[in-house]
């Protein structure tokens, strides 16, 4: 949570000479003793002004002034029985997730989140929520800060489709879980021998067969392991 960055982090400037062992070591002990995280300068200033930058988000900084944060949930999966167990960013009014990325531009985002599965996490955390008896008024949103410089802020409201698509996404997950521990049996990607299929770039046709095939330079096969 951006409100309680400076309570759980500390900045530690490694110190070095003579006598350095012993106050690096006793930094590190005063910081456990305190329950907080050390970060280099470098982690430090680039979460700081993250933290910050969230907070300056008007729309950011109404979405996190009032709720639960970072809410542990546990319950029983009715369909499954399985024990579900999640940790919400900041549940209010609505369920808020906070993210950091590289790249926040919505087309760009919108794959790499779909990719790592962020619909589902938020359809998974909606319905923990509601088996602990917590009923969102309003629509999930996801506040995204810009890893680096400068920091730049979006919010992204997700829609009641994307939540079913990932509560769907979710549920397929856990049911496969469940035979898996039913029957111990724990399936990699492909437990039979599948056809090697060329990729695109390597200008071969679907079929292997059409295109002219490129071969890496004198350069690069001299640095290619045998």
């Known amino acids: 949570e951006p409100h309680t960055f400076k ?3 500390w900045r530690m400037e490694k110190q070095t000479g003579k006598g350095s062992v012993a106050a690096n070591a006793a930094i590190r002990s005063q910081a456990a003793a305190a329950g907080v995280m050390l970060l280099t300068p470098r982690e430090y200033d680039a979460a700081f002004g993250s933290a910050a930058a969230v907070l300056a988000n008007p729309h950011a900084a109404a979405l996190l002034a ?3 944060k970072e809410a542990t949930l546990q319950w029983t999966d009715a369909e499954t029985g399985l024990a579900c167990k999640a940790r919400a960013d900041h549940a209010g009014r609505c369920l808020v997730d906070l993210k950091s990325a590289a790249r926040i531009d919505p087309r760009q985002f919108a794959s790499a989140a779909i990719r790592l599965g962020y619909h589902g996490q938020f359809a998974f955390y909606e319905d923990g929520l509601r088996a602990n008896g917590i009923e969102p ?7 995204v800060v810009e890893s680096a410089m400068p920091h730049d802020v979006i919010v992204y409201r997700m829609p009641p489709a994307v939540i079913e698509v990932g509560r769907h996404l979710y549920r397929s ?3 496969r879980l469940k035979v898996c521990r039913e029957t111990n049996q724990w399936p990699g990607r492909a437990p039979e021998p599948i056809e090697f299929v060329m990729p695109a770039w390597s200008g071969a046709g679907d079929d292997g067969d059409d295109g002219e095939l490129m071969f890496p330079d004198e350069t690069e096969a001299e640095g290619a392991e045998p």
């Open 7 to 9: 309570d759980r982090f």
């Open 66 to 68: 009032r709720g639960l």
């Open 137 to 143: 008024v309003d629509a999930p949103h996801m506040i």
């Open 173 to 175: 997950l856990l049911a």
